[in-house]
Every structure is written in structure tokens, then in C-alpha cells.
């Protein structure tokens, strides 16, 4: 099924994030994460994909294809350019397909200069135009509620997503965010640009201070005042920082929500505790039929 259908069957979809584990982790930990994800019954779960080409790349085509197989659950594969050619995207495409994933977020994947760089695909909208033209995917792309941090203005960032629409991206899934009036702009922006997709809200439970930290400083997303008051209040009390995270990310979706948000992608960072958590507080909001 075609991720993007689902927003004419459902009204807000709810999907999870999860992605591949690391080198020094057994394969079966995501296994773990998987089955109790899958008691929250997620309207689909996408699985992310390195940039850098880190040698594990090939679960993300395992995992996605158990969410279809093993979990009966929708999957969409992310998959990124920046350090691929042709040759290897093809090559990614033909195990996606032989493995029945029929969803991909098309990316270009930040740029490392770490990780030599390929020129096939300039942007992710060259890679989605790939896609489309070879045919039996259906793409989804990213979006940036604050801009991309290479735009030079929310204008020019605007119709660069434009592209990646036109190049045939079917729905979009957004940064996180902490703001949602910064979410509400940018839907304005878009929806008059002409973009017309559904677009899920990307929101990140924030549990530790390091890891807001890191994520802040990877996507620069900007942190409001009461946000940053909860973070110093809560930093040497772990238990009571997560329930304040968990808080705060349900307060941005009740929000979301009643404000008829198409989605809400949850960052779960492969935590199902605070995936649970969270699906319990917003159980009777995610009722609605379209
Ligand atoms: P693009 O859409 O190509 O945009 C990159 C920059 O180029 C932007 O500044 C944009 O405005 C500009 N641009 C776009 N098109 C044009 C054009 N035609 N002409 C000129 N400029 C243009 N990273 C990973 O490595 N793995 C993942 O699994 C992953 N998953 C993600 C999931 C989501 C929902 C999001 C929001 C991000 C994810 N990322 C992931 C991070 C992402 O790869 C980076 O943000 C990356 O820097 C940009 O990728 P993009 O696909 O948005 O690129």
C-alpha cells in the first residue's frame, strides 16, 4: 500500500521512526523494540539509512521488510544520495523490491567530509525524480519547519521542497521541532508554494540533556523558553526529566492535533517505553475516520 493513501483513509496517521542498531548491539534488540512497538498498532513504521555508507546499511532493508513480513505493519525505507551513484541506488531499489518494501523516504543525507562524496544525485528531489521514473515505489520526502540549515532564507527552502514534490515526492515527513507555531508557518508557507501533500509533524521526546543537545546541534532546531526552563529544571533528575519530555511531546501533539494536523512521525529512538507512553495520553485523539 501507498503510504501516502493512507491520509485519505485516516486522519492524524501516526507513524514511528526507528532505526538500524549499532555495530556493538545484536541484531535482535530491534527485534525486541519491534514487538512492543507493534502493540501500539502505528499506522506504518520507517526505518532510517546512514549517509555515510557505515556498513550496516543492509538492515535497513531487513528490518523494513520483518515490519511488512513478521509485524504486518506498512514499512517505508529511507534511503539517502549523497554518497551513492546510480549504479548503487539501483542496486538498493532491486533488494527493496525483492523484499516486498514498496515505501521509500528518498533523502540526500547530510554531507560529510568524512565520506567521499558522488554526484549522481545533487539533491534529494534528483534522487525521488530516480525513483519515480523507474516506477513500483512510492516516495516520501523531508521537510524542514524551520528551514534547512544550508537554506539561505525559509523562502528559497520552500521552493526547493517544491521541486521535491514536483520530482513526484508524495507526502513529507518534517524535522523535529519543539515550537509548533514554527510548524504552523511552515505549513502556511508550503500550502501557499502549492504543496499540497499530506505532511506529517516530525516530534522528538526528549529524555536526556545530552541527547537534546546532540540533536540541537545536528539539525539546529530552536529550543523555546519553557522548553529550555523544563530542560535546567529537570538535567540531574533522569526519571523526572523523561516524564517532563514526555509531557512536552504530548502537550505538542494534543496541540497538533486539534489544530488537524495529516500526521504525527514520532522519533522513538528505538525506546518503546516512551512510545508507549506517549499512546496511551493521546489513545482516544487518534480515533478519527477521515
Ligand atoms: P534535500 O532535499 O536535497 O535538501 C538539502 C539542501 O539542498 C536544502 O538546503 C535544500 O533547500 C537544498 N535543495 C534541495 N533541492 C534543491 C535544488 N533543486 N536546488 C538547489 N538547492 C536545493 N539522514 C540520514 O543520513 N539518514 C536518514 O535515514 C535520515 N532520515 C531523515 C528523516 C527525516 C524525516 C528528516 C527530516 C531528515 C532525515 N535525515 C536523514 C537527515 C537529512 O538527510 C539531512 O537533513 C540532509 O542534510 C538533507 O536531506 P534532504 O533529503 O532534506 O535534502
Do not use: W
Request: hydrophobic content about 40%.
Amino acid at each position: 500500500m501507498q503510504i501516502s493513501k493512507l491520509f485519505e483513509q485516516k486522519s492524524p496517521v501516526l507513524s514511528f521512526e526507528v532505526f538500524p542498531p549499532k555495530k556493538e548491539s545484536p541484531i535482535e534488540t530491534i527485534y525486541q523494540t519491534l514487538d512492543e512497538l507493534h502493540d501500539l498498532s502505528p499506522d506504518f513504521i520507517s526505518v532510517t539509512y546512514s549517509a555515510g555508507g557505515s556498513g550496516g546499511n543492509h538492515l535497513t532493508c531487513d528490518i523494513a521488510s520483518a515490519i511488512k513480513n513478521k509485524y504486518g505493519i506498512l514499512p517505508i525505507a529511507h534511503l539517502t544520495c549523497v554518497s551513492a551513484d546510480k549504479e548503487q541506488i539501483s542496486a538498493e531499489l532491486d533488494r527493496l523490491k525483492e523484499n516486498g518494501v514498496e515505501n521509500i523516504l528518498a533523502l540526500r543525507g547530510d554531507i560529510n567530509p568524512n565520506v567521499p562524496r558522488k554526484y549522481d544525485f545533487a539533491h534529494a528531489s534528483d534522487l525521488t525524480a530516480f525513483i519515480k521514473e523507474r516506477g513500483g515505489f512510492s516516495v516520501s520526502g523531508a521537510c524542514y519547519p524551520e528551514g534547512h540549515y544550508e537554506s539561505e532564507n525559509l523562502i528559497e527552502d520552500i521552493l526547493h521542497l517544491k521541486k521535491k514534490v514536483d520530482a513526484g515526492a508524495e507526502h513529507l515527513i518534517s524535522q523535529l521541532f519543539f515550537d509548533n507555531d514554527l510548524f504552523y508557518s511552515f505549513l502556511e508557507r508550503a500550502r501557499i508554494a502549492g504543496i499540497s501533500v499530506p505532511i506529517e509533524a516530525g516530534i522528538m521526546p526528549v529524555v536526556n540533556k545530552k541527547q537534546i543537545e546532540r540533536m540541537v546541534s545536528l539539525c539546529g532546531a530552536s529550543l523555546p523558553q519553557k522548553f529550555v526552563k523544563m530542560i535546567n529544571r529537570y538535567e540531574h533528575n533522569p526519571e523526572a526529566l523523561r516524564d517532563a519530555g514526555i509531557a512536552y511531546a504530548v502537550d505538542q501533539i494534543v496541540d497538533l492535533i486539534a489544530n488537524g494536523v495529516d500526521g504525527i512521525h514520532l522519533y522513538t529512538m528505538n525506546n518503546p517505553y516512551i512510545a508507549r507512553k506517549i499512546c496511551e495520553s493521546i489513545g482516544a485523539l487518534r480515533q478519527t475516520n477521515v
